[in-house]
Nanobody
């Protein structure tokens, strides 16, 4: 199993920046893809961005150019750097890890609120 714990959420003004981190533990050698999703009130959970062990990244069109997903060398942390934040970026942000075999693990989420 893989355990994921997010940190770094909070209140930020429109146009501001915020960085999230997610610490993974457990059977990390089985992880080949990690990323971030978000869920706004009344909406479905959606992809923000993800990265695989080959270094390839994928971003949602709504955040492309404003966010960066990265990991540390040991692949036990995944980061989300968000810039030029908008009120519509307000959501609970979830860390996600995919292991060989297709099992998906989720963190409990961290709230990001973009408001003046």
């Amino acid at each position: 199993q893989v355990q994921l714990v997010e940190s770094g959420g909070g209140l930020v003004q429109p146009g501001g920046s915020l960085g999230l981190s997610c610490t993974a533990s457990g059977r990390l050698f089985t992880v080949y893809d990690m990323g971030w999703y978000r869920q706004a009130p009344g909406k479905q959970r959606e992809l923000v961005g993800r990265i695989n062990k080959g270094g390839s990244t994928t971003y949602a069109d709504s955040v492309k150019g404003r966010v960066t997903v990265s990991t540390d060398n040991a692949w036990n942390k995944v980061f989300l750097q968000m810039n030029s934040l908008k009120p519509e970026d307000t959501a609970v942000y979830y860390c996600n890890a995919v292991v060989y075999g297709g099992i998906i693990y989720w963190g409990e989420g961290t709230l990001v609120t973009v408001s003046s």
